[in-house]
């Protein structure tokens, strides 16, 4: 029996867990046991994941909630370090580039625990992102390098890794794959069920294709008030100015910033602005749900750029640059930082002119399937 340790923490990274889980399942030489960091722990941030999509309970759970970026990521290493040090697992797995994927990656390569890095090569060329520096270093501690697109690929190229596999494979000279988006399993598997299930449209009164979806949260959107301000002004200008109806659930952060003095104001305005609907964290039903029937999507998350994107949605990406930068050359979405202007404009281009090329560039959603037979390998 091999033992695969996977680390999850924050909310995109169980949704990810999720498709691999279901992978391993169908290996009975595999034993996966799940800790989760406690980055992420209200009950709309975490725990529904595991309901809602069949995903096994964390064998681990600690609690590490908030903090500090380094305080954060020195608490998982110790726990995540007392766990490998008890466990003695074959490898771990880690997913994309939150704290709770750099503790991981350094945990167990400090042990010298295989690490697999699923979402490896990503880059925003932007080093003020805490997430750039995690993805970095991530990557360069990993012996398994699964990279869902080909920029992915060239980017690990330009940091000295190889895709030629030859020789002994280990941290100094690790694997890389190109293999698809593992979210995108996702996305079509749980399609269907989210179209039955989902009573998100009912319960809102939301109509197919007439309203905007809206996400943001990223700490360099939320935390700056003039550029939270911006943002905010950009959602409020589509629902009054052209008459929007915008959906848009509040993730913790960005719900803990709207509420601080400096934003009071703000707060009050979108709250009494009666066509945008604010709601809690959405399961992971509704919210597949949401983006199958908008019209468009307004976001700075980067998961749900791609799955825009996967259910062919124009996107409007509220960030200064992407790791998705396909979805930009392809012009299915815009880039427009929280320029209220840009906003505007990429809203009218692309209500006039709706984008129509959405190439199968994430793969076909066998993702999990490909990433859990080299797994195999690897341990064979
Ligand atoms: C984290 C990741 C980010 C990812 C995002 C997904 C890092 C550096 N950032 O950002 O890459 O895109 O998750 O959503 O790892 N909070 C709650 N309840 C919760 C979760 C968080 O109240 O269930 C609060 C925390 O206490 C904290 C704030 O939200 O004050 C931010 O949480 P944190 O996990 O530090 O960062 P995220 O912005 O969620
Ligand atoms: N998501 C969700 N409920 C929400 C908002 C997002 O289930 O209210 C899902 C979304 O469909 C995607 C993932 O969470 O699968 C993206 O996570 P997030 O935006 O928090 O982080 P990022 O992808 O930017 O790291």
Redesign the pocket.
Known sequence: MRKIITIVG???QI??AAALSRAFKMHPKFKEIIVHTGQHYDF?MSEV?FEELNIPKPNYQFEIQGGEQGNQTAQMLVNIEKVLLDEKPDLVVVY???NSTLAGALAASKLQIPVVHIEAGMRSFNKAMP?EVNRIITDHCSTLLFSPTKTGIKNLEKEGFSVKHIGHISIDNPLVYHCGDI?LD??LYFSTIAAQKSKILTQHKLEKNRFILS?V??NTTTDDPIRLTSLIESLLNLATKHNETIVF?L?PRTLKQLNLNQSKELYQRLQATKNILL??????L???QL?QNAKLIL???????K?AFYFQKPCIIARPETEWEELVELKTAILCDVEKQKIEAAYLSFISNPPQNYPPIFGHGKAAEFIAEEIVKFLS
């Open positions: 924050a909310r995109p949704i990810k709309n994941f994309g580039d939150t997430e979210m996702n996305s996400t949260h990223r659930p993730h709601t809690e964290p959405l399961t992971y509704d919210m597949i983006e976001t700075d998350s980067g998961g749900v750029q799955e």
